[in-house]
């Protein structure tokens, strides 16, 4: 199991998105940061900026009778900036018209206040959401390699499902949090927090308003060049065209399954997770076949003897397809798979109502379209 939050995209997300809603802000090129530290410890603050995926400092500050420090900030736009506390408190900060104050206490890890620029004041509230979630996903990591290393079958299961609904939850906690805070910038900070597959159509409406108001930023327009090439395998399309040979060579479409629920399904021989979840899906298609249900099970396996092979050992009685290129598939590319396994759910007419579906989430979705 993977991380589902990584701190490293937070930051270079940070420098993609400025959006405002409404009528376009003006500002004059100028602010004022300043603030008080209370308790601090000797040496002096530092305040970077964000650009492109790197952190550039931009000044020291000098700390004043007191603790206060007031430093004159010239921006260009919208951005995003840090404000390191001696090393011992990193203050993220978005800052577009608004003067910003920081009071801080060093004794005390937890007095944080912001005031002044309500888009800094919206990337506080991200970033709390960022950390709640991410300690709760290093319990369950830790959970995790501790169910690995008994090899304890059920629990490794239960903690997969576990993490799934967490990031469902924790989406829609997301979205919620960012539609309050739709007329700032910073809300666009929280994609990170997002999963771009299934919350595309949220994240694309953010990012279309964004570029109403500046249609002439690069980093606006390269997530939308993203969002476009995502466009083509979001909820409500068509799903892509898949042709390819069987395990006898027969050339097999995608497209022959229609008028079926069709799970496509990106898994391999050698990966453990697409092994382990397998007896799930043979379940639920021997439950559900007659009804109406298909798999289209699409192997990014090298050797023809390993696919063949696992797929008589798993008992995988559905259509199977490969060109055994690993993720060099035509198929993995066209679906951007970058790791496996990973699924596509599809209607009747062959458009993508879900994705990645697997566990209890596919067995639900199953019983929510059949039952």
């Given at each position: 199991?993977k991380?589902?939050?990584n701190?490293s995209?937070?930051?270079?997300?940070?420098?993609l998105f400025?959006?405002s809603t409404?009528d376009k802000r003006?500002?004059?090129?100028?602010?004022k940061v300043?603030?008080t530290l209370?308790?601090a410890?000797e040496?002096?603050?530092?305040l970077s900026?964000f650009?492109?995926?790197?952190?550039?400092?931009?000044?020291?500050l000098?700390l004043?009778?007191?603790?206060?420090?007031?430093?004159?900030l010239?921006?260009?736009g919208p951005g995003?900036y840090?404000?390191?506390?001696?090393?011992?408190?990193?203050v993220?900060l978005a800052l577009?018209?608004q003067?910003?104050?920081?009071?801080?206490?060093?004794d005390?890890?937890n007095?944080?206040?912001?005031?002044?620029?309500e888009d800094?004041?919206?990337?506080l509230?991200?970033?709390?959401?960022m950390?709640?979630?991410?300690?709760?996903?290093n319990e369950l990591?830790d959970?995790y390699?501790e169910?690995m290393s008994k090899?304890?079958?059920?629990?490794?299961?239960?903690i997969?499902?576990k993490?799934m609904?967490m990031?469902?939850v924790q989406?829609?906690?997301?979205k919620e949090?960012?539609?309050?805070m739709?007329g700032?910038?910073?809300?666009?900070a929280?994609?990170s927090?997002?999963?771009?597959?299934?919350?595309f159509?949220?994240?694309d409406?953010l990012?279309s308003e964004?570029n109403e108001?500046?249609?002439?930023?690069?980093?606006?327009q390269v997530?939308?060049n993203q969002?476009?090439?995502?466009?083509?395998?979001s909820?409500g399309?068509?799903?892509p065209?898949?042709?390819?040979?069987d395990?006898?060579?027969?050339l097999?479409?995608?497209?022959?399954?229609?008028g079926?629920?069709v799970?496509i399904d990106?898994w391999a021989?050698?990966c453990?997770?697409?092994?382990?979840?397998?007896p799930n899906v043979?379940?639920?298609?021997?439950?559900?076949?007659e009804?109406?249900?298909?798999?289209?099970?699409?192997?990014?396996?090298?050797t023809?003897?390993a696919?063949?092979k696992?797929?008589?050992e798993?008992?995988?009685?559905w259509t199977?397809v490969?060109?055994l290129?690993?993720?060099n598939?035509?198929?993995?590319?066209?679906y951007?798979?970058?790791a496996i396994p990973?699924?596509?759910?599809?209607?009747p007419?062959g458009k993508?109502?879900a994705?990645d579906?697997r566990?209890a989430?596919?067995?639900?979705k199953?019983?929510e379209?059949?039952n």
């Amino acid at each position: 199991m993977k991380y589902l939050f990584n701190i490293s995209c937070f930051i270079v997300l940070l420098t993609l998105f400025s959006c405002s809603t409404g009528d376009k802000r003006v500002f004059d090129g100028t602010i004022k940061v300043s603030g008080t530290l209370t308790n601090a410890p000797e040496g002096k603050p530092v305040l970077s900026q964000f650009v492109d995926d790197s952190n550039e400092a931009i000044d020291e500050l000098e700390l004043k009778s007191g603790g206060k420090f007031e430093y004159e900030l010239k921006l260009e736009g919208p951005g995003f900036y840090e404000l390191n506390l001696m090393d011992k408190k990193i203050v993220r900060l978005a800052l577009y018209d608004q003067d910003v104050q920081i009071f801080y206490d060093f004794d005390d890890e937890n007095s944080l206040k912001i005031e002044g620029s309500e888009d800094s004041k919206n990337m506080l509230k991200i970033e709390s959401i960022m950390t709640e979630y991410q300690e709760k996903l290093n319990e369950l990591n830790d959970a995790y390699f501790e169910a690995m290393s008994k090899r304890d079958q059920e629990a490794i299961k239960a903690i997969q499902n576990k993490a799934m609904e967490m990031e469902s939850v924790q989406g829609q906690k997301v979205k919620e949090t960012l539609e309050e805070m739709r007329g700032s910038f910073a809300a666009m900070a929280g994609i990170s927090l997002l999963n771009l597959k299934n919350d595309f159509l949220f994240v694309d409406q953010l990012v279309s308003e964004l570029n109403e108001k500046y249609p002439d930023t690069k980093m606006i327009q390269v997530m939308g060049n993203q969002l476009n090439e995502m466009r083509a395998l979001s909820i409500g399309q068509i799903a892509p065209e898949i042709s390819l040979p069987d395990p006898d060579g027969n050339l097999v479409n995608l497209s022959d399954l229609r008028g079926k629920y069709v799970l496509i399904d990106f898994w391999a021989a050698w990966c453990r997770p697409c092994r382990q979840e397998n007896p799930n899906v043979v379940k639920l298609y021997n439950e559900y076949n007659e009804k109406g249900f298909e798999v289209f099970g699409v192997s990014l396996d090298r050797t023809k003897d390993a696919w063949v092979k696992a797929i008589a050992e798993d008992e995988l009685t559905w259509t199977h397809v490969s060109d055994l290129k690993y993720f060099n598939s035509a198929a993995a590319a066209l679906y951007q798979i970058n790791a496996i396994p990973a699924t596509y759910m599809l209607d009747p007419e062959g458009k993508i109502i879900a994705k990645d579906l697997r566990g209890a989430s596919l067995e639900n979705k199953l019983k929510e379209i059949f039952n």
